[in-house]
Every structure is written in C-alpha cells, then in structure tokens.
C-alpha cells in the first residue's frame, strides 16, 4: 500500500498521472489500478484516472493488485552473487546499475528476471510483478539484498522490515565533514513538492531515520568523509535525502547533490554493506557482510594516497 497527499507540483494534475508518479508504474497500469478499485482519494474509491487532483487530497493505491501484463521472464544472462541460499531464502549481491524488478522503463533485464533463471520457484511468491522481493536497492546502489522462496519466508520477512526489527547497514561517501562524529537524521519523507520524481524532507511525510557514524575523514582531493550509516526505515532515497538535508549529500549523487562534481563515479557512492535478519523457518539471526566493490574500492585508495 502506497498512500500520501497531492503536492503542490501536481495539483490539478489528472489521477492517472499521479498514480503511475506514486506507484512506479506505466500510465497504463495506472489506469487498470483504478478500474480495479485499488485507488482510494481522500477514502473514497476512485473510479475515473480523469479527474483532477487538488493539493493536499490523500491519494490510497492498493500496490497488490498491480498486473503484470505479460509473464516475467526468466535471463539467465542478469549477472548477480548469490551468497546464501537455502529452501526459505537467497541472499544477493546486487552490482550497481542492475535494476530489482520490472517496472516502468525496465520491462526486462532485471534482477528478478535472473531471480527466475536460478530460482523459478519464487514465481508465485509475492506480487506478481515482483517475485520474492522484499525491499529493494536503488539500480545505482550495490549491495545485499534478501528474497524470500516461499508465502511463509515472504510474510515474516516483510514483517522484520516493517518492525525495523531487520537490520541495515551501508557504506556512504559525503561532501564535507560532519560536526558530530554520531549521529541521527529523523525527518519525515515525501514527495518532493517541486519535482515529484524526487523525494524530499518534507512535512506530513512518512516518518524515517537514518543512524550515521564517521569512520575516516579526507581532506584531498576535496573534504569528504566516509560514514557508516544504519536504516531505522526503509524509505525511498532515504540516505540520498536524509544526508543531503543535513548538508552532506553522496559523492556521485547527481539527483540530490546537483552542482558538484563527481570525483570520477558513475553512480552514487552507497553500498549495502551489511545485512541481518531472523531466519523465517529456524529463527537463528542471520547475518550477511559483503565488502565494497572495484570502484569504491578505488575511490576510497585514492583518498588514502
């Protein structure tokens, strides 16, 4: 379930347009999500995408009932590390740039198009659209991420992330040096009012932390700090805007730190660096660690020098 109010950026846009904004999915898609009932605005099921929205109405879109227009298939050709595997769960590592699923502009390619060469039992679990996902990474993010094999492992797992009982760790690089070597960012979340692609720090948006601590500090090529950071919540973007509010976007984030050059990376310097989760059929606690890869690795060298 998705649910939030109009900003400002789209008053008076249509609620088609909005839905597939909110939802990550084709104009399309939106449209079927309504027909189906599965939008609510301002509590009241929605039946026509053509209405248009004031700002501030709550928009309600039911995420379960999105159809997949055609079967996913399966790539055995995604490239991806597994690092755990059992009858409950697979672990991955994700490499930057490879998108989690299916969705609006990425029909095909994706993490769980490989998923499904390796593992087709994940078919049935989950939505449709996303099988066996139970959080995601953004496609410039790197990382470990768990998927669920079964109904069972899916529902306890989500349940973990939604307690925030599941736990996060990531490497970041930022532009300048935090004045406190510890901290908590705790700021609600939203769409960006001025530019509804984006997320934002916004009032009346879903509430969200983000734990960070300095582990080294660089005063060359430029002042940047290396920060462990651990999700509280699990957002969209919540590290990129969270880090970037308080002054100290990512190196290599061109969405949330415009203006400023990129020391070199393609891609934002964020890294899933570890992951721990109660096991959904033993309950042991696992946890998973994946170092920093090539290019991180060698930005960080090179800051060392």
């Known amino acids: 379930m998705i649910a939030d109010e109009v900003p400002a950026a789209l008053g008076g846009e249509r609620l088609d347009r909005v839905v597939a904004l ?47 227009a055609l079967p996913i298939t399966a790539d055995d050709a995604v490239e991806f ?20 699923h299916p969705g609006s502009g990425n029909p095909d390619g994706t993490l769980v198009n490989g998923l499904l060469a390796r593992f087709p039992d994940i078919a049935g679990v989950g939505g449709s659209d996303r099988p066996g996902i139970v959080h995601r ?3 410039g993010s790197s990382g470990l991420l768990v998927v669920a094999r079964t109904a069972a492992a899916s529902e306890s797992l989500i349940a973990q992330f939604a307690a925030h009982t599941a736990g996060r760790r990531y490497s970041a690089l930022v532009w300048g040096h935090p004045a406190a070597t510890h901290g908590i960012v705790d700021a609600p979340i939203g769409r960006d009012p001025s530019d509804p692609t984006k997320m934002a720090v916004v009032a009346g948006g879903r509430p969200a932390r983000t734990e960070y601590e300095v582990v080294e500090e660089f005063q060359a090529p430029a002042d940047v700090a290396l920060l462990s950071c651990r999700l509280e919540t699990g957002r969209t973007h919540q590290i ?42 033993s309950g042991e606690l696992l946890t998973f660690r994946s170092g920093l890869p090539t290019d991180l690795t060698a930005m960080v060298d090179a800051l060392r020098r």
Not at 22 to 50: E, F, N, P, Q
């Open 81 to 100: 590390a597994v690092v755990h595997v059992d009858a409950a769960v697979v672990v991955v590592d994700k490499p930057a740039g490879l998108v989690v």
């Open 240 to 281: 990129r805007v969270h880090l970037a509010a308080v002054g100290h976007p990512l190196v290599g984030d061109i969405v949330y730190g415009p203006g400023r050059t990129t020391l070199g990376l393609t891609r934002p310097f964020l890294h899933a660096a570890e992951l721990s989760f109660d096991h959904p059929t």
């Open 137 to 139: 990474l953004d496609a």
């Open 22 to 68: 909110m939802a990550d999915v084709s104009r399309a898609t939106a449209a079927d999500l309504i027909a189906d009932g599965a939008v609510h605005v301002d509590d009241i099921v929605a039946t026509s995408g053509k209405v248009r929205l004031e700002i501030g109405a709550r928009v309600a879109i039911d995420t379960t009932a999105i159809r997949s």
